[in-house]
C-alpha cells in the first residue's frame, strides 16, 4: 500500500487544518488506517484511527478537537484538527495496517506516508 500525506502547515493557535491521506488501495478495504504523530524529540504517537468496519478511536489530547473520517469518493483517509494548540505541532503520518488473523492471533502488516508537517504558534 502506498500513502501520501498532504495537507500540513503553520497555523496560530486556536485554527483549524485539514490533513488527508491519499492510498492506492481501496481505504474500506484496509484493516485499520490512522493517524500518528512525532514531535521533535518524542515518540510517535497514536493520534486517532479507523478500521474497516468504521470504529473510532482517539487520543484523549485530541478527543473533541480532531475528527478522523473516510472519503470514498476521493480513497482518502481525512483528519480535521480544528482548535489547534502549540502542543499539536509535529510531523503527522498516515499509516494503512492489512494484518491478518493466523495461527491464533493477528499478524499486522503496516504502511506509513511519509509525513506532513503541522507547526502551531501561540
Known amino acids: 500500500v502506498q500513502l501520501q500525506a498532504f495537507g500540513g502547515g503553520s497555523v496560530q493557535a486556536g485554527g483549524s487544518l485539514r490533513l488527508s491521506c491519499a492510498a492506492s488501495?481501496?481505504?474500506?478495504?484496509?484493516?485499520?488506517m490512522g493517524w500518528y504523530r512525532q514531535a521533535p524529540g518524542k515518540q510517535r504517537e497514536l493520534v486517532a484511527t479507523?478500521?474497516?468496519?468504521?470504529?473510532?478511536n482517539y487520543a484523549d489530547s485530541v478527543k473533541g478537537r480532531f475528527t478522523i473520517s473516510r472519503d470514498s469518493a476521493k480513497n482518502t483517509l481525512n483528519l480535521q484538527m480544528n482548535s489547534l494548540k502549540p502542543e499539536d505541532t509535529a510531523v503527522y503520518y498516515c499509516k494503512a495496517d492489512t494484518g491478518t488473523y493466523h495461527s491464533g492471533r493477528y499478524h499486522p502488516d503496516e504502511y506509513w506516508g511519509q509525513g506532513t508537517q503541522v507547526t502551531v504558534s501561540s
Open positions: 488501495e481501496n481505504i474500506f478495504s484496509i484493516n485499520v
Open positions: 479507523i478500521t474497516r468496519g468504521g470504529s473510532i
